[in-house]
């Protein structure tokens, strides 16, 4: 099976490469689909050390590169979805997540799930335009 022509596939390597059988991100029209981006640094490909605040940084830093590549910017998102490890950083990774965003403020949704992938506090998928 391959890709419908009205898809197109969005990657970088400002930013780490999936971890799966998937894309960074599909952009479609005037929409662009995130893939989930964990705190992991591009250079390395290793989760970054400091905890849930540092990933939460370098997955912010990750889904703006992604962002960027797609031809878009960070105050185009529509909707994010995060999901954390456990709701106790959630006053944690709202502050880092503000400061991100500044003025901007996307819709959201933030869930707890029982794993991420590579054992990850964080992870962001986005809708942007």
Do not use: C, W
Request: zero cysteines; charged letters at 20%; aromatic letters at 6%.
């Amino acid at each position: 099976m391959s890709t419908h022509p009205s898809l197109s596939l969005v990657s970088t390597p400002n930013a780490p490469a999936a971890v799966g059988p998937y894309t960074q991100a599909v952009r479609v029209g005037d929409l662009l689909f995130l893939s989930g981006s964990l705190g992991l640094d591009p250079a390395t490909g290793k989760m970054v050390e400091g905890g849930v605040e540092e990933q939460a940084r370098q997955a912010l830093k990750n889904m703006k590169a992604i962002i960027e590549a797609g031809g878009s910017s960070v105050g185009k998102v529509v909707k994010t979805t995060v999901f954390l490890h456990s709701m106790d950083d959630f006053k944690a990774v709202n502050a880092i997540y503000s400061e991100f965003f500044g003025d901007h403020k996307p819709a959201r949704s933030a869930v707890q799930v029982a794993r991420l992938p590579l054992d990850a506090l964080f992870e962001i998928e986005a809708i942007v335009r």
